[in-house]
């Protein structure tokens, strides 16, 4: 019985340490780059749509409908990384960055 339990106890000390290295990966894999460039430009979007609306320049609507503009850009980039062992490729990060470059183009209109 004693061996029993100290043999559940070794594999769930085993499973914590692989639960650890896998999360550690993927802190290290969203910050590539690449991914870390697109992620940068959905965050100075968001600021600039809320700083829009503070000064009165755009409607609530206009920023909810933007601001989902971005959800499915962020969306459509996680979709990428996990289909590319967590980092987007040269070739999706010019097709996000086009769709930025239009939701960019709205705000401050």
Known sequence: MHNVACKIAAVAVLALSF?????AQT??????PRR????????NQDRRIH?????????HAEAARLHGDDRQIRQEERDMASQNGSHITRREDYVLNQQENHVSRQIGQ
Do not use: F, K, P, Y
């Open 36 to 43: 870390a460039e697109v992620n940068q430009r959905l965050a």
């Open 27 to 32: 802190h290290w894999d969203a910050t590539h």
């Open 19 to 23: 639960a650890g290295t896998a999360s």
């Open 51 to 59: 700083r829009e609306v503070r000064e009165g320049e755009m409607s």
